[in-house]
């Protein structure tokens, strides 16, 4: 008998007996804000040890039935990916490299002791869910379908060990602009919490991460900032990432320097490319500690012009001021950047399919 592993296309499909109402979807769609309402189906694959994957399914969007002792609830074992597909200009739809999300989220599966998936599967059933939903994307400027897959435990088991069953889910929600304010520059707080030590699940991309990160943005916001910036965890010191986002910094000589991938730092997809595009545009890109205190230095210098955070929802956000305990400073002009603007037109225009794209990096869904 083909496996799911076989033959990645083997989706059972349950279409919505009343998908919603095409005038209320509508008005969604040309407002749909950020990850508050949810396309009419999603998708559902089983694992356990001796099926492996199985009962792969396209189904009506709903609660998904769950034993109270299933060890998600109790011990976290859940991670997750995001992703969008894009409606191009010719009418096509289309993934930005979401064989880059699978790989990580195996990666992720790894460390979170979980089964991995065949990286053809993730992807069909991501395709799956498009192709069903594909009335949802967004009519707005910069709108795109945003994709959620994850993975939780679901065995019945209060023991500490790893979960003998697990669901892969994806569900899918039209997304507009990510910060609620459409601020040009965001203000971001230093915290004094950290967000991952060396060891630790920094790498990861699992819930728990974001659990812990909440008090901190929460506190964040609470002194009128839009982001909390976390530093190391065994120095206090190097600047390593925000709540969701990898950071670049951009220097008057035309140079660009991201912090390494040390273990502690989630290794953005949107990281990777835009390091490729700025290399491509012949800037040189160093992957390098940055601290703080330098920071802060070559702002009020102005060795330093420009400073961006990255990641899927937002794409590309101009860090304008940067404030701690120790002070704040100031980044060029506190506006948006050129070098951050360019940056950002490209990679959205290759996204949305409006300059083509030299890399494989787009994925159409046929
Ligand atoms: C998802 C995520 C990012 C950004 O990754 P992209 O692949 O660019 O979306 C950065 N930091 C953390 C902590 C994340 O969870």
Same mark, same amino acid.
Request: hydrophobic share 45%; with cysteine.
């Given at each position: ?14 279409? *919505? ?5 095409? +005038? ?29 994957? *199985?009962?792969? &399914?396209? %189904? ?18 859940? @991670? ?15 993934? #930005? ?7 990580? #989220? ?6 979170? %002791? ?5 990286? +053809? ?10 192709? +069903?939903?594909?009335?949802? #994307? ?24 790893? +979960? ?11 997304? $507009?602009?990510?910060?609620?304010? $459409? ?35 929460? !506190? ?14 065994? !120095?206090?010191?190097? @600047? ?10 951009? #220097? ?5 320097? /991201? ?10 997809? /949107? ?8 290399? !491509? ?23 330093? @012009? ?21 002070? !704040?400073? /100031? ?16 990679? &959205? ?9 030299? *890399?494989?990096?787009? *994925?159409?869904?046929?």
């Amino acid at each position: 008998m083909a496996t799911l592993a076989d033959s990645p296309s083997h989706f059972a499909r349950l279409p *919505h007996p009343a998908p919603a109402d095409a +005038a209320v979807r509508a008005e969604v769609l040309a407002n749909p804000g950020f990850g508050s309402r949810f396309t009419d189906h999603m998708v559902t694959i089983d694992w356990d040890e001796g099926q492996g994957w *199985h009962n792969a &399914t396209v %189904a009506p969007y709903g609660p998904i039935p769950l034993d109270p002792a299933a060890s998600v609830l109790h011990y976290a074992q859940e @991670i997750f990916e995001g992703l969008k597909a894009y409606r191009h200009p010719d009418g096509s739809m289309a993934l #930005f490299r979401p064989e880059a999300n699978a790989a990580r #989220f195996n990666a992720s599966a790894r460390r979170l %002791a979980m089964p991995e998936i065949p990286e +053809a599967l993730f992807v069909s059933a991501i395709e799956e869910l498009v192709r +069903a939903d594909a009335a949802w #994307f967004p009519t707005v400027e910069g709108g795109s379908l945003y994709l959620r897959p994850f993975m939780i435990a679901t065995e019945a088991f209060l023991g500490v060990r790893p +979960a003998k069953q697990y669901k892969f889910v994806v569900i899918a929600s039209p997304a $507009g602009n990510y910060f609620k304010s $459409g601020a040009p520059a965001v203000s971001i707080w230093v915290s004094d919490y950290t967000r991952a030590a060396p060891g630790g699940t920094g790498a990861a991309k699992c819930g728990g991460n974001y659990a812990a990160s909440l008090v901190p943005t929460a !506190e964040a916001f609470a002194k009128g900032h839009d982001q909390v910036l976390f530093l190391d965890a065994a !120095e206090h010191k190097w @600047i390593e990432e925000l709540g969701g986002m990898n950071l670049f910094f951009v #220097f008057a000589d035309g140079s660009l320097l /991201t912090p390494p991938l040390s273990g502690t730092i989630l290794a953005g997809v /949107t990281r990777n490319s835009l390091i490729q595009l700025a290399r !491509e545009e012949g800037l040189s890109v160093r992957e390098e500690p940055y601290s703080l205190a330098q920071w802060a230095d070559d702002a009020r210098s102005g060795k330093l @012009i420009e400073a961006f955070a990255c990641g899927t929802a937002a794409v590309v956000t101009p860090v304008g001021k940067v404030a701690g305990r120790d002070g !704040e400073f /100031t980044i060029g002009s506190g506006g948006p950047g050129q070098i951050t603007g360019k940056l950002k037109a490209r990679l &959205t225009a290759i996204q949305r399919g409006e300059e083509a794209d030299g *890399h494989g990096w787009v *994925h159409r869904i046929g």
